[in-house]
């Protein structure tokens, strides 16, 4: 129980690893907030936190949007009054080559991708600093963000980011809340079963275990070891750090 009464918000939150961050958390005692738009698997997310003993609640939510973080945060105040732990969560990915991308694709990676962990942090921070103790806020970025990929100019970009935005972060929000980033490598999940969508699963799966140290593939339960760590007391002296979660394939 590494989380215990301690409130969670956590973005994208109906799918791959903000679901299951969802889940740890509620089972390590966290009080747990998850927003997305799939209402469904809202409610399916909601009958297992439920069915294990935890506490859970769902906002609709559109990251991209300023009103709608303005509108969480608002029902986040007047319910709670304050936020222990913030994970910067959602998230798109889309592959592409640079004279195949349109400025619109781009401009909706970085939105999604950038503009929801600038929002998140904008309207979160006054009830991060009304926690009790030091509040977390964990951004989700990637070893994209660290590594240039070819055909993934959007992504890459977006993720190194977010990078930046943490940092900065957390030099503006110390000494009552600390900020770090989470980058995780390939994890197969929705986001990339949407990405090689047309492809053999099989195949891709191969690929990314065979291009890393540790010869494993990725799975969101993966990531949310890290997540707790970050979100919890153990971590009280980490602040504006990157901890990569990606079986050794950004070592070099």
């Not at 961050?21 to 809202?42: D, P």
């Not at 732990?85 to 950038?114: C, H, K, R």
């Not at 291009?211 to 990725?218: D, E, F, H, I």
């Amino acid at each position: 129980m590494r989380l215990q009464n301690k409130l969670a918000l956590i973005t994208g939150g109906t799918s791959g690893i903000g679901r299951d961050a969802a889940l740890r958390f509620a089972k390590e005692g966290a009080q747990v907030i998850f927003t997305g738009r799939n209402k469904e698997r809202a409610n399916s997310t909601l009958q297992e936190i439920e069915a294990h003993g935890g506490q859970a609640c769902f906002y609709e939510h559109d990251v991209t949007s300023e009103a709608s973080w303005q509108d969480v945060t608002r029902q986040v105040a007047d319910t709670f009054g304050k936020l222990d732990v913030l994970v910067n969560n959602a998230g798109i990915f889309l592959y592409g080559p640079i004279e195949d991308t349109s400025l619109e694709e781009f401009q909706v990676m970085w939105q999604t991708n950038v503009d929801s962990v600038f929002l998140g942090m904008k309207y979160c921070l006054p009830l991060l600093r009304a926690s009790e103790g030091t509040a977390s806020v964990v951004n989700i970025s990637s070893l994209s963000g660290m590594v240039g990929h070819p055909d993934c100019v959007s992504y890459c970009s977006s993720k190194s980011a977010a990078l930046m935005l943490t940092r900065v972060m957390a030099m503006e929000a110390a000494p009552k809340v600390r900020v770090n980033a989470l980058a995780p490598g390939p994890v197969w999940n929705e986001l990339l079963e949407r990405a090689h969508e047309g492809q053999d699963a099989e195949d891709m799966k191969t690929y990314y275990r065979e291009s890393q140290p540790l010869k494993l593939m990725g799975e969101s339960a993966d990531v949310t070891g890290g997540l707790v760590f970050l979100a919890s007391q153990e971590s009280r002296y980490v602040n504006g750090s990157l901890f990569r979660i990606d079986a050794g394939r950004g070592a070099d």
